[in-house]
């Protein structure tokens, strides 16, 4: 089935930078483009952005532009998002998720991944 | 501040009809496909209802899905106290070349 399984999670220093990788698997990974939204405690969805596994294209929330890359690697089918100069209020579960449909984050999500807890704490 | 907006919370008796509303603009909802999430408490998102009113394979047709303008709305029938979460529209925007979630539903099935 298809499925997306996310990395352990992380506990990261004011100013670190942290890389949370997305397994594919069950599906071509190059046909879907996967999303990146986050979730702080107790708060709502937060979109961050999206990339084309196939060309490696991108596109970011403007709120973090300058701050987030999102990358893959086809050969293991993963997804990355690596988020730098991390602060306390980047602690957050931090999901990918495969858009169908359309494109880039046009389309709806499904699946997500489990979801990774990241602490940004001194 | 969500560009989409929704009830922080609605509640219901079991077995009754429940609806979620979901405001936005002409360049979310109005020229775009709205997508409905549930959230299970301690768990990740699921699709719910995807362009406007389709439901996806395995989804109970007690869930169901409409537009119209620049508003969406869930609804769900026959409540049962497996339906409490949270929930959350989502719509990409044209003007912030992005998508934009509500601030989420919490229901509660009394």
């Known amino acids: 089935q298809v499925q997306l399984v996310q990395s352990g999670a992380e506990v990261k220093k004011p100013g670190a930078s942290v890389k949370v990788s997305c397994k594919a698997s069950?599906?071509?990974?190059?046909?879907?483009?996967i999303n990146w939204v986050r979730q702080a405690t107790g708060q709502g969805l937060e979109w961050m952005g999206w990339?084309?596994?196939?060309?490696?294209?991108?596109g970011y929330a403007q709120k973090f532009q300058g701050r987030v890359t999102m990358t893959r690697n086809t050969s293991i089918s993963t997804a990355y998002m690596e988020l730098s100069s991390l602060r306390s209020e980047d602690t957050a579960v931090y999901y990918c998720?495969?858009?169908?449909?359309?494109?880039?984050?046009?389309?709806?999500?499904?699946?997500w991944g489990q979801g990774t807890l990241v602490t940004v704490s001194s | 501040q969500s560009v989409l907006t929704q009830p922080p919370s609605v509640s219901e008796a079991p077995r009754q009809r429940v609806t979620i509303s979901c405001s936005g603009s002409s360049s979310n909802i109005g020229n775009n496909a709205v997508n409905w999430y549930q959230q299970l408490p301690g768990k990740a998102p699921k699709l719910l209802i995807y362009?406007?009113?389709l439901l996806p394979s395995g989804v109970s047709d007690r869930f169901s899905g409409s537009k119209s303008g620049t508003s969406a709305s869930l609804a769900i029938s026959g409540l049962q106290s497996e339906d409490e979460a949270d929930y959350y529209c989502a719509a990409w925007d044209d003007r912030l070349n992005g998508v934009v979630f509500g601030g989420g539903t919490k229901l509660t099935v009394l």
């Open positions: 362009y406007d009113d």
């Open positions: 998720a495969r858009v169908s449909g359309i494109g880039s984050g046009r389309g709806w999500f499904d699946p």
């Open positions: 069950g599906y071509t990974f190059t046909s879907y483009d």
């Open positions: 990339m084309n596994p196939n060309s490696g294209n991108t």
